[in-house]
């Protein structure tokens, strides 16, 4: 009797809990309709996406065909932009291409639909999705319909960011190099031109022939004909390309002039040595000389190799004055800086010291306190390098360093190290 007593108790715990996990049951099933049908209502195919960026900045939009991606990596892709997903051809002649951009906040990318016009000049943009981009709703509304508008495609040139500052610098970046790919996708794929290939096979061709032919992988740094014309005085219209080079004999660096028959090369090694001329080369005899004089030097601060070029100094009766361009291989914000920095040798002793820091000009062409990203960090850091040698560089870096200048830091330092080691240098020469 107990025993049965017992089961009749048990019988309404255990139906109990079966009407509780039946319940359970009936509500994940709802919740589980229920986000179907939300997800079918609120999905956005990429035909929607496209269609109501079009009407924010270039309603004449009417599809007349997709056009394939030219699946060559080196046209269709970038290491210093990112990729070109789709493109599309409107009716009136104007081309949307959706290129994904690099270098946004951690590490993350803005997806744009880009339209240049029949023109070649671009009409607008419109973000059409974004990764890790917390910030992104600070880019301004009306940045799609006034950014960039105008730009020439054909040039071939690298855009700069246009919005800089703490919250929003990283996002700008991947929007620019958005940008960037696009219009590289333009000139390559749709106009049918490779320049930078074209350049890349010229001093391919002329390696073969020499004690360089192993150098077959060439790393462009198509930004650094900027920096470089900033330090020699804006006579950046004259030097093309960039590119670097690893093999047996060390890391050359080879200059590009000019275009088609009137493309001229030089291929410095890392002594700043002119190893290979193409047969024109004495016509930019002078400006060759400055660069071998002064050479690109790679500087490492902490784990970030930087590269710098040194402008020639104006030495004074105490004091030696540079301008140095130093550029952040990384593609982040702020890109490079100029900065002006005074050496003087240290008393008693046969090396230099910094008398000041000062920058120049950033990145994206401001003067410092105008626009520069992190202004604040970083002067409080060109302070924090006075009195630095290559001796106590490290210590002086790292206790002037502060999260808020992070990559505006790295350039800067990177900048002071490589006059430092300038400066050095020229003593040594001259014992």
Not at 173 to 187: E, L, P, V
Not at 244 to 257: M, N, T
Not at 285 to 305: C, L, M, N, W
């Amino acid at each position: 009797m107990a025993e049965e007593k017992a089961k009749k108790q048990a019988n309404p715990a255990v139906i109990q809990a079966v009407k509780a996990i039946a319940v359970l049951v009936i509500i994940c099933l709802v919740c589980g309709a229920l986000l179907a049908l939300c997800n079918d209502l609120l999905y956005i195919s990429d035909q929607d996406r496209l269609e109501r960026a079009m009407q924010k900045v270039y309603k004449n939009f009417e599809l007349q065909e997709e056009l394939t991606v030219n699946p060559d990596p080196s046209i269709n892709s970038s290491s210093s932009f990112g990729k070109v997903n789709r493109v599309l051809l409107s009716k009136d002649g104007a081309y949307i291409i959706e290129a994904l951009g690099i270098g946004g906040y951690q590490n993350g990318t803005v997806t744009l639909y880009v339209i240049i016009g029949a023109d070649a000049k671009i009409k607008g943009w419109a973000v059409k999705d974004n990764d890790k981009q917390s910030y992104i709703d600070r880019i301004p509304s009306y940045a799609g319909t006034t950014w960039y508008v105008g730009v020439d495609a054909t040039e071939d040139k690298t855009l700069d960011t246009v919005m800089t500052g703490a919250t929003v610098s990283f996002t700008s970046n991947a929007i620019k190099n958005a940008i960037n790919m696009a219009t590289s996708y333009y000139r390559k794929a749709i106009l049918g031109s490779n320049p930078e290939g074209e350049a890349r096979e010229a001093v391919l061709a002329l390696l073969s022939g020499s004690d360089y032919s192993g150098y077959d992988s060439l790393e462009l740094l198509s930004s650094v004909k900027r920096v470089i014309g900033t330090a020699l005085d804006g006579e950046n219209d004259t030097l093309k390309y960039l590119f670097i080079g690893e093999g047996a004999k060390g890391k050359i660096y080879v200059y590009v002039y000019g275009e088609d028959e009137d493309r001229k090369i030089v291929v410095v090694n890392s002594e700043a040595e002119v190893v290979l001329t193409s047969d024109n080369v004495d016509e930019a005899a002078d400006f060759y000389a400055k660069i071998v004089t002064r050479p690109i030097r790679e500087i490492t601060v902490g784990s970030v190799t930087m590269y710098t070029f040194v402008s020639d100094g104006q030495a004074g009766e105490t004091a030696t004055v540079y301008k140095v361009v130093a550029l952040s291989p990384t593609g982040y914000m702020p890109g490079n800086y100029t900065l002006t920095i005074t050496v003087k040798t240290e008393e008693g002793k046969n090396n230099g010291i910094v008398v000041s820091v000062e920058i120049a000009e950033n990145g994206d062409g401001y003067a410092p306190d105008d626009h520069a990203p992190s202004t604040d960090d970083a002067h409080a850091l060109l302070e924090g390098l006075k009195g630095a040698t290559l001796e106590n560089f490290d210590e002086k870096y790292n206790d002037g360093i502060v999260s808020g200048a992070t990559e505006s830091g790295n350039i800067i330092a990177a900048a002071v190290k490589a006059a430092l080691t300038d400066y050095d240098a020229r003593l040594a020469q001259n014992d």
